[in-house]
Each structure stands twice: as structure tokens, then as C-alpha cells.
């Protein structure tokens, strides 16, 4: 199944899933270690480890404000890497032990390597996850996004991540 499949299938979940029970000024540091792959074109598909971090900030008992930035490095006939920052919001369906969450964002990415030139590319992204509650405070969990502007440039992520929360009394 291609990512952009089953991230529609997720979304189509998303919509059904009821509102989560947390609290409005939650805070949310996540720092994540994934699988990383972007396409510029046909011909230039690498693959590679990509290195994250998130803040959220909670507006409201599902929704909170995120930023996010990363970077990778990957490897196909050479050396390559990324570096890209995204502005979004992510919507929690439930918060129990298990917490499932979407988020949507725009931003930018900045893809280099050997045999082509730098580019900085604009970008949407949507990705899926889900956190399981060791504590109010501490999380960890797994994630998938991906990350395109409908052209011929995407970047597909998956990985594991720890989360650390704050400021919810």
C-alpha cells in the first residue's frame, strides 16, 4: 500500500474517533529516531536515519499547536541528508494508557547530496501516531508521517519517540 493510502485511510479513522479527555495548556517536548526516506524523482530515492523533535502546546482538551524540526542522513551512490521544520496542529482522538493522535502541518524542507543540488522544497505533512502512558508525565510511543507539496518531491518518516509533559495541573 502506498503511504499517501494509508494515511487517508488513518484520516478517514481520525474523523470517526471521538475527542480526547486531556487539558488545555498541556505542554510536550518529544524527541524521535526513525526510518527516513525522501524522492526527489525517479532516480533519486535514499534511504536513511532521521533525527526529530516536537513541541506542543494544548489549546484546547484535543488540540494542541505543534513545531516541529528534524534531520537525516541517508545514502544512495553518495552521501545525502535533509533538515526540515513544520508548523501544525495535532488532534488527540483519546487519552487513557493508550493516546492515538494525527497531526497536520506546513512547512519546509531543505534536501542535498552528491550528485544534485541543494534544494529547498515547501511542504504539508500529515502523519498518525500513538504515545502509551508510563505517567502523566512521560510517554513513548511510534509514529509514521509523510510529507509532500504534490510535486515530485515527498519524505516518508517512521520511527519511535519519548515524550515528556508538563503543566497540566
Not at 40 to 55: K, Q, R
Request: glycine share 14%; charged share 20%; aromatic share 16%.
Amino acid at each position: 500500500m502506498k503511504p499517501i493510502c494509508a494515511l487517508a485511510a488513518g484520516l478517514a479513522i481520525a474523523v470517526a474517533a471521538p475527542a480526547a479527555d486531556a487539558s488545555e495548556d498541556d505542554r510536550a517536548f518529544s524527541v524521535s529516531l526513525n526510518y527516513g526516506r525522501y524522492t526527489l524523482d525517479e532516480d533519486i530515492s535514499p534511504d536513511g536515519g532521521v533525527v526529530g523533535f516536537d513541541y506542543e502546546h494544548g489549546i484546547s482538551d484535543a488540540i494542541s499547536l505543534r513545531a516541529s524540526a528534524g534531520g537525516g542522513l541517508y545514502y544512495q551512490d553518495g552521501p545525502a541528508y535533509s533538515g526540515h521544520a513544520v508548523v501544525g496542529v495535532t488532534y488527540l482522538f483519546d487519552v487513557l494508557k493508550y493516546v492515538p493522535y494525527a497531526n497536520i502541518g506546513a512547512g519546509g524542507i531543505v534536501l542535498g547530496g552528491d550528485g544534485f543540488d541543494t534544494q529547498l522544497e515547501p511542504l504539508i505533512e500529515i502523519g498518525f501516531g500513538v504515545d502509551f502512558l508510563r505517567s502523566r508525565e512521560f510517554s513513548w510511543g511510534v509514529l509514521a508521517r509523510y510529507e509532500t507539496y504534490f510535486n515530485e518531491t515527498s519524505f516518508f518518516t517512521a520511527g519511535a519517540r519519548l515524550t515528556w509533559r508538563w503543566g497540566f495541573f
